[in-house]
């Protein structure tokens, strides 16, 4: 885990933050769509090229990030609270995925304040208010900048130039729909290079109107044939429209085709040492966990590994039985459960960590949906699995708000 150097509030200015938390934090979902609609009418660009707009119509993205700083202030000013870093690395490394600059940070700043302002109205936010949270921010965004810095120096690139095009080597289609993709350099370019195992890269589409859209995959296999290999399962949107840029792969990508993508980056990797490995993942969230098992096979480590997924239909459950070749390579057991269906080795429901053996001292890798991994780290927490322990992986905007 990175860690990063994080400065204190000034003692009047914690004061003034635990005295208006409370309100900020219960405004945070009239704060955030105000907060974005000043945004995006005065950077239109941003929409269209930064944010997912498919996130923005549901609202997920629109809390996160006033959220965030909320939360972040919540850190800062109480007594034995968690350190803010890991919510910081997670934030730091999808920013880089998409290019964020310090610049933007001056938008977003102009833009929340204004929300605050006329949402909590300026007889709240007198000065003294305005100053303290001014701060918090500032703090924030300050840690960030220097994290981001340093990523974008490790990747090789200027700050923010993190994407380049690749081709489609291989489309492998899945039942269900899913299809996953092998990608590697255009003629004449280097190799891709390897990546730490669980990484993931963002993929950009141009839509019909032109709008460059994000979205990220994570890489699973081990990228040392200068090969990359991402999984794409369709979006299908319940509540707000499909998924722009998995619809469009999906539909659109195939072999030999070229596609832009961002450098590997993102915290949740497989950590080196001799403790036993397991593996727990839901639906499309075996990607990550794909890419780790097979890195223990290559790498030949006497590591314990139990690898442990939970799908809907075993008859279109996509990457499982790659995930378990990959598991006995690396000398490995594994369990499944399925909603629907069942196979000679699989379970029925919802998995249950009672039902199987875990080793002693392990370290818990999570990739999943919201509900599976709250579910998952209370199962674990029960079982006296310290919160060091187990790392996860949500691609939400708001996936930091998972309790630690």
């Given amino acids: 885990m990175t860690t990063f150097t994080t400065e204190e509030l000034s003692p009047e200015h914690a004061e003034t933050i635990r005295q208006t938390l409370p309100l900020v934090g219960s405004k945070i979902d009239q704060i955030a769509p105000n907060f974005y609609q000043r945004m995006f009418h005065s950077h239109p660009e941003l929409l269209r090229d930064t944010f997912n707009r498919g996130n923005q119509a549901q609202g997920a993205q629109q809390r996160a990030l006033a959220a965030s700083v909320a939360t972040f202030a919540s850190l800062l000013v109480t007594p034995g609270a968690p350190s803010p870093d890991e919510m910081l ?5 999808k920013h880089v995925s998409v290019g964020i600059t310090e610049s933007q940070y001056e938008i977003v700043h102009e833009h929340l ?3 605050i302002v006329e949402v909590l109205g300026s007889d709240v936010v007198t000065q003294p208010v305005a ?16 994290f981001e810095r ?10 923010g130039d993190v994407f380049h095009t690749v081709r489609v080597t291989r489309r492998i289609d899945h039942p269900g729909g899913a299809a996953s993709f092998e990608l590697g350099a ?19 589409r141009t839509m019909a109107d032109g709008a460059g859209q994000l979205r990220q995959y994570s890489l699973s296999n081990t990228g040392e044939d200068g090969c990359w290999q991402i999984t794409v399962k369709r979006i299908v949107g319940e509540e707000g429209p499909d998924g722009e840029v998995s ?5 659109g990508l195939h072999e030999g085709d070229e596609l832009e993508v961002s450098w590997p980056t993102g915290d949740l990797v497989l950590q080196p040492g001799t403790e036993p490995v397991v593996l727990v993942s839901s639906g499309i969230g075996a990607t990550p966990m794909l890419g780790m098992a097979r890195a223990l096979a290559a790498r030949g480590e006497q590591r314990e590994l139990l690898t442990l997924h939970a799908d809907h239909d075993a008859a279109t459950a996509p990457l499982v039985d790659e995930l378990l070749e990959a598991t006995r390579e690396a000398g490995g057991r594994s369990h499944l459960w399925f909603s629907h269906g069942q196979r000679d080795d699989s379970r029925a429901g919802r998995m249950e960590l009672s039902q199987v053996a875990l080793p002693s001292g392990a370290q818990y890798y999570l990739c999943g949906g919201n ?25 939400s905007p708001n996936d930091w708000l998972l309790p630690g």
């Fill in 150 to 159: 340093q990523r974008y120096r490790e990747l090789g690139v200027r700050e």
């Fill in 186 to 204: 255009l003629e004449g370019e280097p190799a891709l290079g390897g990546f730490e195992p669980g990484q993931y890269i963002s993929v950009r």
């Fill in 371 to 395: 509900g599976f991994l709250q579910n998952l780290r209370d199962q674990l927490d029960a079982l006296g699995v310290p919160a060091e322990s187990v790392h996860y992986e949500l691609f």
């Fill in 247 to 251: 619809s469009s792969i999906i539909d």
């Fill in 89 to 93: 690395a997670r934030i730091g490394h």
């Fill in 131 to 146: 100053e303290a949270w001014d701060e918090v921010y500032w703090i924030m965004a300050r840690a960030l900048v220097r």
């Fill in 113 to 115: 304040f204004a929300a």
